[in-house]
């Protein structure tokens, strides 16, 4: 079987308060909106889209399934490659963000440190080699 994916086009994250979020995504990652309605808006990431859209609309996109709420835990880490791990953790922190851990440097190779978003996703910052 080849591989059909070419990428991964966009991540829909589910969010409780949705000008929370997107205050917090502009000051923390600067990305451009890609769009904006009452409901979602849309970061580019590189060739990636961050769309966050509000809870309340998030039924009609996945039902019959349901959304697990923030304190289910994490169930997975976006990584952003930063030239340095050490500066962008000062950037974070003078920017009001918490780390959850880091930075330290992992026995597989990177730099990295992690912080949570206000609905709870994970993102690490990595330095390579």
Sequence with gaps: MSAWANGIAANTLFVEDLAASKKFYLNVFGAPILFEDEQS????????????????????????????????????????????VDAKCAELAAAGVELVNGPMDRHWGPRTASFRDPDGYMWEIAQGQ
Excluded at 54 to 75: D, F, S
């Design 41 to 84: 808006v849309a970061f580019r990431f590189g060739r990636t889209i961050i769309n966050l859209l509000q809870t309340t609309h998030v039924p009609e996109l996945i039902e019959p399934a349901t959304v697990a709420p923030r304190e289910a835990g994490v169930r997975l880490v976006f990584t952003v490659e930063v030239d340095d």
